[in-house]
């Protein structure tokens, strides 16, 4: 249980190490084709765990249903975008260079939106990191510990670069570097306590765990296509993003099959 419990924690522990890179800050921003770069890799990591470590999974578990083996990826991976496209339409939040917040009208601080929205773009992490480990605590020959591992490790890799975006943009708007530190930190604590919840959840619903693991595969690439895709390709540098995506999608890749 020990191991499982680590396995949990360490996406967090990305995105506190990415937070922390505000502390080594000299300038007075984040370099735009850095910025962009960090995008793609997240994007391209997220990709390929979404495929590799959740969707193939879900199909291989679902075998027994022949040619329509399909059938439970489908619907999860469609109520995935579905239940993301619900949370990003109502919880109010701002994206880092948006003029205009998105969800329901609100009085909250920049700050607190800007934090919302990389709270929801790590709620599918988290949801994808608990469904995982409960496919390997609870006997899924699909799913192995190391492939579990590998999962984590991939969105903590990803979750760096996340957290840096966060606090490095806020000390560059004038906020201490202790502040900033800890608003980046706090925006990657939806990941552990949604892969608890999620890993709870699950042992109730183990029929269902192919819907349930194409569900984050859904949520995490409507992530990807609705705002990071959008703000890595738009403007200048965009091949310095697009080469990244490359590399995080290889990254994954070479993780789950080498781990799982």
Do not use: R
């Amino acid at each position: 249980m020990t191991e499982i419990l680590q396995g949990l924690l360490i996406p967090f522990a990305g995105t506190s190490l990415g937070a922390a890179c505000v502390f080594l800050m000299k300038d007075n921003g984040l370099n735009l084709s850095i910025q962009k770069g960090l995008n793609g890799f997240a994007a391209g990591v997220m990709t390929a765990a979404s495929v590799w470590s959740l969707l193939i999974p879900a199909i291989e578990q679902s075998s027994a249903l022949g040619k329509m083996a399909f059938f439970p990826a489908a619907v999860g991976f469609l109520a995935g975008i579905f239940f993301l496209l619900f949370l990003d339409s109502y919880i109010p939040h701002l994206h880092l260079h948006a003029k205009k917040a998105e969800g329901m009208k609100t009085n909250l601080k920049k700050t607190t939106m800007l934090i919302l929205a990389v709270t929801l773009h790590n709620i599918p992490e988290g949801i994808a990191v608990g469904v995982v480990y409960a496919g390997y605590l609870y006997g899924h020959t699909q799913i192995t510990a190391a492939g579990a591992l590998a999962l984590a490790i991939g969105i903590a890799i990803q979750n760096f670069p996340e957290g840096a975006i966060i606090s490095m943009p806020l000390k560059a708007e004038g906020m201490k570097k202790s502040k900033a530190f800890l608003y980046g930190v706090l925006s990657g604590a939806v990941e552990p306590i949604g892969a608890f919840l999620t890993l709870l959840a699950v042992s109730f619903f183990i029929p269902v765990l192919p819907y349930i693991l194409s569900f984050s595969a859904g949520a995490m690439m409507y992530v990807v296509v609705e705002e990071i895709i959008p703000e890595m390709s738009i403007g200048e540098h965009s091949n310095t993003a697009t080469v990244m995506f490359a590399i995080g999608f290889v990254v994954m890749m070479i993780l789950d099959v080498a781990l799982g």
